[in-house]
């Protein structure tokens, strides 16, 4: 008997530190969503990106769609990467 009393406030304070623990993770997701971006604010990431003109335009041709063309003008610029 002595041991299970022993044993329970171990167990007790193991479950409230998993509730807390369980709660500060919902937290965190909480706030996740509250800045994560939604789906129509990336949609310029989700075109269908060629890496050359050449290639954009044989697919072009191929599916009978038109060209998209982005011209960045910057040292470091590269959209396929996300870096502008």
């Known amino acids: 008997m002595k041991r299970i009393l022993s044993v329970l406030p171990l167990l007790l304070l193991t479950a409230t530190l998993a509730l807390a623990q369980d709660s500060a993770v919902k937290s965190v997701l ?22 050359s003109i050449e290639e954009a335009q044989k ?6 769609r038109p060209v998209f063309l982005v ?14």
């Not at 011209?71 to 502008?84: E, M, N, P, R, W």
């Open 30 to 51: 909480e706030r996740y969503e509250d800045f994560r971006p939604q789906e129509n604010d990336l949609a310029m990431y989700q075109i269908d990106w060629a890496p």
């Open 59 to 64: 697919r072009a041709r191929r599916e009978k």
């Open 71 to 84: 011209i960045i003008h910057a040292q470091y610029g590269d959209l396929t990467s996300v870096h502008c």
